[in-house]
């Protein structure tokens, strides 16, 4: 079975901050892993995602995300937060069957001037 | 491409009545997925389609609730005898098919959210 766990469901940064949004998984298969972006009364947009390649991933908007297997994490980072990053993030991983996503129950960011 | 798109994007109802909600997915995707979501949760599977043939559901997915995708093309989702109990964001979701199912990117609609009352 697969799940992850979001550690923090808020944070808050300032403007210009480095962005840390911390995602553990369990699987009992190799991992692919998702970071979306939910901005208020909106759909997910997919940040980025790692599908057993390169272990540092790079997406959207400045994001990235590193998978260590050792830890079972799939962190998101940002170097420099910005105004327009508040919004909802979820973690996910697809199930083994690849026909649904597993998500946690999200980490809202707040970035203050 | 013009994304996936739902309709409508909100629904009141009185406890006791259908809905139907309807789903776009991106042209020439051949899978279409429903996912729910409440209020400070993240999105719970639903149920998954591959051209018309529905493949799987979650044991989310009551008697009360049934899922449709005639064509291949757009899906429907409908809820009987509503409860409070099913006020959330309906979220459908498409993916194209390639050799790597799990790897798919998933592509969300703008939800429609289910005010029962």
């Known amino acids: 079975a697969q799940s992850v766990t979001q550690l923090g469901s808020h944070v808050s940064v300032s403007e210009g901050a480095l962005v840390l949004l911390r995602c553990n998984y369990s699987s009992s298969v190799p991992p692919y892993l998702f970071w979306y972006v939910q901005y208020p009364n909106q759909g997910l947009q997919l940040l980025l995602k790692y599908t057993s390649a390169a272990t540092l991933v790079k997406g959207i908007n400045g994001f990235e995300a590193e998978f260590k297997k050792s830890e079972t994490s799939f962190h998101l980072t940002k170097p420099s937060a910005h105004m327009s990053d508040a919004a909802e993030y979820f973690c996910a991983v697809i199930n083994q069957a690849g026909t649904a996503l597993i998500f946690g129950k999200g980490t809202t960011l707040s970035v203050s001037s | 491409d013009t994304g996936v798109s739902q309709d409508p994007r909100h629904k009141i109802t009185k406890r006791g009545q259908n809905v139907t909600f309807r789903c776009d997915p991106i042209s020439e995707h051949n899978r279409l997925y429903w996912y729910r979501q409440t209020l400070g949760q993240g999105p719970e599977f639903l149920t998954y389609?591959?051209?018309?043939?529905?493949?799987?559901k979650s044991r989310l997915l009551s008697d009360r609730f049934s899922a449709e995708r005639p064509k291949g093309s757009f899906s429907t989702l409908e809820i009987q005898r509503t409860e409070q109990g099913d006020s959330a964001m309906y979220l459908c979701?498409?993916?194209?098919?390639?050799?790597?199912?799990?790897?798919?990117?998933?592509?969300f609609g703008p939800g429609t959210r289910l005010t029962v009352l």
């Open positions: 389609f591959q051209n018309e043939a529905q493949l799987e």
């Open positions: 979701a498409s993916s194209p098919e390639t050799s790597g199912r799990r790897g798919d990117t998933q592509y």
